[in-house]
């Protein structure tokens, strides 16, 4: 797989990268339902073996299980060692109950957490999960925090994920922002405005969440399928899994489709490629729940679509946005 380089850190990596999020399970607030480990893990693997060199997950993935997946992963992995990344910022009490929590002495715990789960050394890139609620300065402690662990070796590398232009600015101030992880999909366009050209201005990389939109555009949803999630399913109350708007984003599918099918490729790795055509996106995290899945996307990276199909997809994502 073609490799990028990673914002002002010295990591090449490759254009998709495997996502941990659902792997973290069910059974807390952000979870995707019930989930094997043992399919995790073959995911994992399923992913090394066509290429991917990183993986992203968080501590507050299944509350911890997700890093501990990860790290179980990679002790049976024989091959090159990936980079590792995980999130801080986010804390979870005995309930279960998720809070955003910025102090220092909170994220030199949930480090040392995150290096004992993840049974590493170092953590190849630490980010900061979500900016503080009240935007207030948290923000400054915990980004002077994440500069001292790196002086100090327990990171190598410090990013962001869900800031805007004014926080990542804030955050130069203090120290030099590798890397920032935002949503981007056809359905969440955002970035495009502010976000993207800003990093390109500061060479600050940027690896995209969801760009399948957290499974809505990998073509193998339906109607009958979301009404059968789980409780414990986050997306069962997503509104882009609820009408009005699911029937647009199906019909996008659709189309998806059709442009896949000139790729011999499935509609979630064309989604996921698109989202690869701006020279200001590094990466793309992609999720899978089972080999099967990670064997139909982790190659999107190596997909280059052709201008014209590009347009197609857009006039489809104008009516959807709309």
Not at 83 to 109: L, Y
Not at 126 to 151: C, F, V
Request: with cysteine; glycine share 8%.
């Amino acid at each position: 797989m073609d490799t990028r380089k990673l914002g002002n850190s010295d990591l090449h990596i490759t254009r998709v990268g495997y996502g941990a999020w659902a792997v973290g399970g069910g059974g807390w607030q952000f979870g995707w339902g019930p989930q094997d480990d043992n399919d995790s893990i073959a995911a994992i693997h399923r992913s090394l073996e066509l290429g991917v060199n990183w993986i992203d997950t968080a501590a507050v993935y299944g509350l911890g299980h997700s890093e501990e997946v990860v790290a179980r992963a990679l002790r049976d992995w024989k091959g090159p060692r990936p980079h590792v990344f995980t999130k801080c910022g986010m804390r979870w009490d005995k309930n279960g109950q998720v809070t955003k929590v910025h102090s220092a002495e909170s994220i030199r715990q949930e480090c040392q957490d995150s290096l004992r789960r993840l049974q590493v050394d170092v953590i190849d890139l630490y980010q900061i999960h979500w900016p503080p609620e009240d935007n207030g300065p948290g923000l400054e402690e915990s980004w002077r925090t994440m500069a001292a662990l790196q002086k100090e070796g327990k990171v190598r590398w410090i990013g962001v994920s869900n800031y805007d232009v004014p926080q990542l600015q804030r955050c130069e101030k203090i120290a030099p922002v590798t890397s920032l992880q935002p949503p981007y999909s056809l359905i969440r366009r955002q970035i495009e405005k502010e976000i993207l050209p800003f990093c390109e201005r500061r060479g600050v990389g940027v690896i995209v969440y969801s760009p399948m939109a957290s499974g809505l555009l990998t073509g193998a949803m339906t109607r009958e399928r979301i009404a059968k999630f789980p409780e414990d399913d986050w997306r069962k109350n997503s509104p882009e899994f609820r009408e009005p708007k699911l029937s647009k984003n199906l019909e996008l599918v659709e189309r998806l489709k059709k442009v896949a099918a000139r790729y011999n490729a499935t509609p979630g790795a064309i989604a996921i490629a698109w989202t690869l055509r701006i020279p200001a996106v590094t990466g793309a995290i992609v999720g899978a729940r089972n080999a099967k899945q990670a064997e139909e996307v982790m190659r999107a990276g190596d997909i280059k679509l052709l201008s014209q199909d590009i347009a197609e997809i857009e006039g489809v994502t104008a009516q959807v946005a709309r």
